[in-house]
């Protein structure tokens, strides 16, 4: 007859922050233990198709060189989504579920934090960057759904997209590096109709909300609709903006755009994407003014956080781009925001200046630049 080991365990605070939460009274991010988190970084979407992990390494690695704290990342079909046509409705693809494991881990070394958005429009879209002919969720592929829309009106479909969920939350959700869910990536270029988008997302979202136990923040994003009727919606908790091709990003995102939205619908704003789509203006521009512009326009222009560049692959890597993400970040380090941030009103003495910033009644944080300094001038001076 053996005897009961006995022993003593001495538990200590964790030197962690904790969770990301909403701070509705200040509509910003904060850590459990109430340090304000202002995210700053980039699009991550995919990797490339050879050596995945070993190139998010990299990236990883230029951005905490860099300061920078957030990525936004896709369960894409082509890279990390878990039902594929192999794998079809319901089962899930554990090599590139094992590969998201492991960036998990990659990002909590390097005080990354993710946005994870779980579906994109391409693949119930016929029409633009059409992909529906490889949804498991089509008939065609064994699938329950005849054409896109009936993704969020068919009973099954919504029961097996509720699997998937809890899924998720079930492997990831352990993660305090796992911060925001993205429900659907530009719901608006899809072949969904909107009327039959609202009530699926108000479902999807509060269902979401119900089984993860942390309640991370919920959002969802469009391309260019003004979908006021999912914006309301109780369980989506931030307000995001996709912006491309704009000629001045600073006026764009330093304006009332942002303030308004908050104003309307008073939660907070992230701006998710932008950049160039037009790929000479990219290759003009290699020192990044349009981005050094983007990030700290949105970010003093009432934002959550910095703007999200895309096109990380291609353009703001290999150019080393991420570097505009230390300034903006040593701009913010240690601020605690304890209230809205309200839009400020600025008079300048010079036309060839521009301005912008937030604040409350005893402090403000503001941004000039000078106007003459941007991508069409600099085209101009190159071709001179």
Not at 152 to 167: M, N, S, W
Request: net charge negative; with cysteine.
């Amino acid at each position: 007859k053996s005897a009961a080991a006995s022993g003593t365990m001495e538990v200590v605070a964790s030197a962690r922050p904790g969770f990301v939460q909403l701070d509705r009274a200040s509509q910003s991010f904060r850590f459990e233990r109430g340090e304000t988190f202002i995210p700053i970084g980039e699009n991550l979407c995919w990797p490339p198709s050879a050596q995945p992990l070993a190139a998010y390494a990299r990236w990883m690695r230029d951005l905490t060189q860099q300061r920078a704290n957030y990525i936004r990342l896709w369960l894409a079909p082509w890279a990390f989504r878990l039902e594929t046509k192999d794998t079809g409705v319901g089962r899930y693809d554990q090599l590139r579920a094992w590969q998201v494991d492991q960036l998990l881990e990659q990002s909590e070394s390097a005080g990354l934090y993710w946005q994870l958005s779980l579906l994109e429009h391409g693949s119930f879209s016929q029409t633009h960057d059409p992909a529906w002919q490889g949804n498991p969720y089509n008939q065609d592929l064994g699938g329950m759904c005849r054409a896109p829309n009936e993704f969020v009106t068919d009973p099954k479909a919504q029961a097996a997209f509720q699997r998937l969920l809890r899924y998720l939350v079930s492997r990831w959700g352990y993660s305090p590096h796992l911060t925001t869910w993205e429900l659907f990536n530009e719901l608006d270029l899809s072949d969904i109709r909107m009327e039959d988008a609202v009530p699926w997302v108000a479902q999807m979202s509060a269902y979401l909300r119900s089984i993860d136990p942390y309640r991370r923040p919920i959002t969802i994003s469009f391309h260019h609709e003004k979908a006021e009727a999912i914006w309301r919606l109780p369980a989506i908790d931030t307000i995001q903006v996709h912006a491309y091709d704009q000629r001045d990003f600073a006026s764009f995102f330093g304006g009332s755009l942002i303030t308004e939205l908050k104003q309307r619908f008073q939660k907070p704003v992230l701006v998710g994407e932008f950049g160039w789509i037009g790929e000479f203006m990219r290759q003009v521009d290699t020192g990044g003014i349009h981005l050094h512009d983007g990030l700290w326009a949105s970010a003093l222009g009432g934002a959550m956080g910095g703007a999200l560049p895309w096109f990380w692959d291609t353009y703001v890597h290999p150019n080393h781009l991420e570097r505009h993400d230390r300034a903006l970040a040593m701009f913010w380090r240690g601020e605690q925001i304890r209230q809205p941030l309200q839009r400020v009103a600025l008079s300048l003495s010079d036309p060839d200046l521009f301005g912008c910033g937030v604040g409350t009644s005893n402090q403000a944080y503001v941004w000039f630049k000078n106007r003459t300094h941007n991508v069409d001038q600099y085209l101009a001076y190159r071709a001179a």
